[in-house]
């Protein structure tokens, strides 16, 4: 059984600053990918960063430059820091990890995974 448990997230002033984390518990082999996606009211769920375990990330237009994200693949962890946030930055963030898993006789994957939401509130 994996889970992805994330913590951070919060209520900010435009401008400010929040640092999400989120770590995979469970018999994890490897991380393929990680990463945040982000829901707001009444939109579709949208990538923000990704990061593959080698450190190579990816980020979307609107947050470059403002948000980094890291990877830590020995605690098997992401952090997303975020910077200069936005009242358009507002959203439920999701971690999102697709994982090599340890299973009886060998590993599968990558599988994915979700973690539960955290709420990011940015007013101006």
């Known amino acids: 059984q994996v889970q992805l448990v994330e913590s951070g997230g919060g209520l900010v002033h435009a401008g400010g600053s929040l640092r999400l984390s989120c770590t995979a518990a469970?018999?994890?082999?490897?991380?393929?990918?990680m990463g945040w996606y982000r829901q707001a009211p009444g939109k579709q769920r949208e990538l923000v960063a990704t990061?593959?375990?080698?450190?190579?990330?990816n980020y979307a237009g609107s947050v470059k430059g403002r948000f980094t994200i890291s990877v830590d693949s020995v605690q098997h962890s992401v952090s997303l820091q975020m910077s200069n946030l936005q009242p358009g930055d507002t959203a439920v963030y999701f971690c999102?990890?697709?994982?090599?898993?340890?299973?009886?006789?060998?590993?599968?994957?990558?599988?994915?995974?979700w973690g539960q939401g955290t709420q990011v509130t940015v007013c101006s």
């Open positions: 990061i593959t375990g080698g450190g190579n990330a």
């Open positions: 469970g018999n994890i082999f490897n991380i393929n990918t």
């Open positions: 999102h990890g697709g994982l090599g898993v340890i299973m009886e006789y060998d590993v599968e994957g990558p599988v994915e995974y």
